[in-house]
């Protein structure tokens, strides 16, 4: 895993952020403050997460200490030794090929892929003046935060850093609450037909091996995520 330094390269921490902020904000309406809250949660995320992958390791410096005495011998200022995991857990193999980096792709292309089967399935109950209640949002309520999470963990089996793994319980949680707003905010809207709807179906996970309830219909707008 030696190799020559693989930092300060902030052209690729510019374009790699632009290309997955604009890749997701692609995938979701952004009409309401709340909209650009949950674009703007990812974004900081990635941004910090791509920062130390080719701006500043500074979790590498702020762990080299340790890092060296427990794995003597590896540079890790070079690009592959920031793969922590794999590392870590002693693949002797291109990190990129690695399990963890194998189980990064797949959440992060389940993550988008989730976020714009929804963002279809939104689009046409907008179009429809209902609630959506298909597709994704058949089992889950809020199927597009639940692929934000996903992909950010996605990039945390990946890259994992100080930064983003405190980030990350912070931002469910701003998930979460921008979530109970909007279903108040569908609850004043839809009326029992909403009601109906959230005690059928789970808010972010989905119940396994278990049929999915009534899927009610109602004019207006949706207004769920």
């Known amino acids: 895993?030696?190799?020559s330094p693989a930092y300060g390269l902030w052209g690729l921490v510019i374009i790699n952020s632009a290309v997955f902020i604009l890749f997701a904000a692609s995938f979701v309406r952004l009409?309401?403050?709340?909209?650009w809250r949950s674009l703007g949660a990812f974004s900081a995320f990635v941004v910090a997460l791509f920062t130390e992958m080719y701006g500043f390791p500074l979790t590498i410096y702020l762990l080299s200490g340790w890092l060296g005495r427990q794995?003597?011998?590896?540079?890790f200022l070079s690009h592959d030794a920031g793969h922590l995991l794999e590392t870590m857990f002693g693949w002797r193999v291109n990190p990129h090929f690695g399990p963890f980096h194998i189980l990064s792709d797949v959440l992060i292309f389940a993550g988008f892929w989730l976020l714009a089967t929804s963002w279809h399935v939104?689009?046409?109950a907008q179009r429809e003046h209902?609630?959506?209640t298909t597709g994704a949002y058949a089992h889950v309520r809020h199927p597009q935060y639940v692929a934000f999470v996903v992909i950010m963990f996605g990039f945390l089996m990946q890259w994992?850093?100080?930064?983003?793994?405190?980030m990350f319980p912070i931002l469910v949680?701003?998930?979460v609450r921008l979530a109970r707003r909007e279903e108040n905010a569908s609850r004043a809207e839809f009326g029992p037909a909403w009601d109906a709807y959230a005690?059928?179906?789970p808010a972010f996970i989905p119940r396994i091996g278990i049929a999915s309830g009534p899927k009610p219909h109602h004019p207006g707008a949706p207004s769920h995520d």
Not at 71 to 75: E, I, K, L, Q
Request: hydrophobic share 50%; proline share 6%; no cysteine.
């Open 160 to 166: 994992p850093t100080l930064v983003t793994l405190a």
């Open 71 to 75: 794995f003597p011998g590896v540079d």
């Open 199 to 201: 005690r059928a179906v």
């Open 122 to 124: 939104l689009h046409a």
């Open 130 to 132: 209902r609630l959506a």
């Open 31 to 35: 009409r309401t403050s709340l909209d």
């Open 173 to 175: 949680w701003v998930y």
């Open 1 to 3: 895993m030696n190799g």
